[in-house]
């Protein structure tokens, strides 16, 4: 990934005003969070397994044609990729996904919508995390749709179902079916379809539904969105992670939290 200004100045304010535990975190139910999921360093078992496909896609030299959706790439020129280099600088880290995996397992969510596939590994990451749960991915893309969908089966994980279309185009039919324990929104990384989505979204949230939205400090325009979001009244605590932040409605969540964590 390509690091510009923007990302560089919000690092270094995160880095020296995150926290770096629990400790002094007053809502019981963040405490848990941190205990039980950010500052938790046990090894899951599925881990090891999900790291060694990622180390096979590092090392795939095929080259693949993919068309560029929403705010396009600020880290590949050309249409023409390898999946190496995808995997390298386009997809989420291992620090990322296993963060994503550690809280859909504790908090156990059964249905899940990734927006945005890419190569598939992170939705792997989804799916493993809870096993008798729905994942719905959507990518604009159809050489990744495809190529995320035989990752799967190559793999033998059969609880995802992988949808080729445009988020605005496919979102609205699926929320209206699904009511997503878990709303991940990783691509089109612009203020206007951030927010889109974020309020698409609202509109069948639950009690215990968490949001999360990828790169909130890419632009201006995403961490403009992303303070929006914070500000919506129905959102009870957040969590900036910085490469990512969380968002939660719950009405147990008295007083308004907005956390910062370092991991
Ligand atoms: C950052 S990548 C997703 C990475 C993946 N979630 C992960 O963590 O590994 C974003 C993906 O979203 C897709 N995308 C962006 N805007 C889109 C849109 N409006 N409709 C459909 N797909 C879109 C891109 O083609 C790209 O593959």
Redesign the pocket.
């Known amino acids: 990934m390509t690091i510009n200004l923007h990302q560089i100045k919000y690092y270094l304010k995160h880095y020296f005003t995150a926290k770096r535990s629990g400790h002094g975190v007053h809502s019981p139910f963040a405490y848990q969070l941190c205990e039980n999921i950010f500052h938790h360093q046990d090894k899951f078992y599925d881990f090891e397994e999900l790291k060694k496909i990622r180390t096979q896609l590092l090392n795939n030299k095929t080259e693949i044609i ?1 068309e ?4 396009g790439s600020k880290t590949f020129n050309s249409n023409k990729r390898k999946i190496k280099d995808i995997a390298a600088k ?3 880290t291992t620090k ?2 296993e963060t994503l995996y550690k809280l859909i397992n504790f908090l156990n969510c059964k249905t899940i919508i ?6 598939g ?2 939705t792997l990451y989804l799916a493993k995390a809870a096993k008798s749960s729905k994942v719905i991915s ?4 159809k050489t ?1 749709t495809d190529f995320a969908e035989e990752l799967a089966k190559k793999n033998n994980i059969t609880n995802i179902h992988f949808v080729n ?4 185009e496919a979102l609205p039919t699926l929320l209206q079916k699904d009511l997503p324990d878990l709303f991940y929104v ?3 990384h612009t203020y206007e ?1 951030t927010l889109h989505y974020f309020n698409l979204a609202l509109e069948r949230k639950g009690n215990s539904s968490v949001f999360i939205f ?1 790169d909130i400090y890419w632009s201006h325009g995403m961490t403009k969105a992303w303070e929006e979001i914070k500000k919506n009244s129905s959102v009870t605590l957040t969590i900036d992670l910085f490469y990512f932040g969380i968002v939660f409605f719950k009405e147990e969540v008295k007083e308004k939290v907005d956390l910062k964590l370092f991991l």
């Open positions: 993919v560029d959706f929403g705010a386009g997809i989420s990322q996904s990734e927006l945005g596939t890419s190569l590994l992170n959507i990518e604009g893309s990744l279309a445009k988020f605005d990783d691509g089109n379809a990828d």
